[in-house]
């Protein structure tokens, strides 16, 4: 028999189409699934339908997957992250040797990833946590990999996952060596709360075209399908477009009958949380995931509008006024929200030593994942022309762009609040952007509250950095007792 090229232990969508990729590229892949469906084993489910007639090797258990492998062996883990992937390492190292690896394509937390390579490592074997992203799709036609781990696998397993990737016009797979440890699976996370806040700022216009535009399902569909033929095409922007004009049976929109309650998987949770751990102001995505927590509200939701009235007054303007309004007001926060992701991305790799290359980041998002986007175009361009560019809105093409459409940002921002319709991402990227630009903030009363409270201390603008003071604020005049060092 001949051994396969890779093992895939996980058949549930995203693992089975990944494994008809690999196959469709040449490779012998030999599958494994821990759980049954039913009587019938979903391995022989899966030879019996898709898998049949194709170059796929069945086994029922890993200790048969392992032996069915070329040496040094690879082994992808398609399977939810947590628990169960410590439960098949546990079971699956014993069965392996030194030289092989293990990757890992869930969404793990990046600090289970760092420790299990750690774990692999010692006992001579590789470990890769590799992100991936496009969905069921992407899985099948060529999504977007970000492999990181141990370094020494890249080598062994780089023809394998570029050649599952999507690729750009030009050729260049959508797949390259993020960096050691948990970094593939940290870039992976970000990319996701970059989506959490995409989605939800195309939520808000949508609403805004809805309720203030007073716009039918077709003509917002209409609106999203011209900004899809400019700087806002995205896979985002396009399927929403096909999501407002799909129809039931009896002609009434799809979209009307959608339960507006937000579903997730928690990757836009650890983004924010990351944020907080690395001190980094991630204000759009946070709300993009607070928003979701809001709508998982209904019934408290329908009693406050029980309550308290609607104040939308809609219908002011002519629809391509606000539609172009809008466009400009969506490009403007999409800018703030990779701006945010790509500022935590940078401090995450000083952090851990990663040397992340943002460029790169950028270009191997614009094929196969769900953020593609012709947006990444200039956003790769920016980090090539200043690598360590400190912040997006720092680039000489986006301070140019934002000075075009701050005014219309203003205008939708300002015309959502007064009436009442909740723009939770599109207003904090309003807000950080102004926050940012602010040179003297309203910190200063922070740090004298904190100090006539606390003792916490506080610097002076008149003394270097670094060098702390407090003040006995309850004697006249506030008199200065002294300097704090430590």
């Not at 490009?331 to 992340?356: D, E, M, N, P, T």
């Not at 560019?389 to 000489?396: Q, S, Y």
Request: aromatic residues 10%; contains cysteine.
């Amino acid at each position: 028999m001949n051994l396969s090229d890779i093992g895939l232990v996980g058949l549930a969508v995203m693992g089975e189409n990944l494994a008809l990729n690999f196959e469709s590229r040449g490779f012998q892949v030999s599958v494994y699934n821990r759980l049954h469906s039913g009587k019938e084993s979903v391995v022989t489910r899966f030879m019996r339908g898709r898998g049949k007639g194709k170059n796929f090797v069945a086994a029922y258990s890993l200790a048969e997957l392992v032996t069915s492998l070329k040496r040094p062996r690879k082994v992808m883990l398609m399977i939810r992250a947590g628990q169960p992937v410590d439960d098949v390492l546990r079971e699956l190292l014993p069965c392996l040797e030194p030289g092989d690896v293990i990757i890992d394509g869930g969404n793990s937390d990046f600090r289970d990833t760092g420790r299990r390579m750690k774990e692999v490592e010692e006992r001579g074997m590789f470990y890769v946590g590799a992100g991936i992203s496009g969905g069921e799709t992407g899985a099948l036609t060529g999504p977007s990999v970000m492999p990181g781990g141990s370094v020494a696998a890249w080598p062994l397993v780089k023809h394998l996952l570029q050649a599952i990737a999507a690729r750009l016009d030009d050729g260049t797979p959508c797949c390259e060596w993020i960096g050691p440890g948990g970094a593939g699976h940290y870039v992976k996370m970000v990319h996701n709360g970059i989506e959490y806040g995409d989605m939800q700022l195309i939520a808000e216009a949508y609403l805004l075209l809805k309720d203030y535009g007073q716009l039918k399902n077709d003509q917002i569909a209409g609106i999203f399908e011209v900004w899809n033929r400019g700087e806002l095409n995205s896979y985002l922007t396009g399927i929403t477009s096909e999501i407002c004009r799909m129809r039931e049976v009896d002609g009434s929109f799809l979209l009307d009958h959608i339960l507006d309650v937000a579903g997730q998987k928690g990757t836009g949770k650890l983004t924010a949380v990351a944020a907080l751990e690395e001190g980094d102001p991630l204000t759009l995505i946070v709300e993009a995931v607070l928003a979701r927590f809001l709508s998982a509200l209904p019934d408290e939701r329908k009693k406050a509008a029980g309550y308290y009235r609607s104040e939308v007054r809609g219908g002011l303007g002519k629809q391509e006024e606000l539609a172009e309004w809008l466009g400009h007001a969506l490009y403007a926060s999409k800018l703030v929200s990779y701006a945010q992701g790509f500022s935590l991305l940078r401090r995450a790799s000083v952090h851990y030593g990663w040397g992340l290359d943002y460029g790169m980041l950028a270009k191997i998002w614009r094929k196969g994942c769900i953020i593609r986007s012709v947006f990444l175009e200039q956003i790769t361009r920016a980090y090539e022309n200043v690598p360590e560019l400190e912040n997006l809105l720092f680039d000489d093409f986006f301070r140019g762009r934002m000075a075009e459409v701050l005014g219309a940002w203003r205008k939708v921002t300002a015309m959502a609040l007064v009436n009442g319709i909740p723009v939770p991402c599109m207003a904090s990227a309003l807000t950080y952007f102004d926050g940012l630009r602010t040179s003297r903030s309203s910190a200063n009363l922070i740090q004298a509250q904190r100090d006539y409270f606390g003792a916490h201390t506080y610097e002076r603008t008149d003394a270097s950095r670094g060098v702390f003071f407090h003040t006995d604020w309850n004697e006249t005049g506030g008199g200065i007792s002294g300097t704090y060092n430590e």
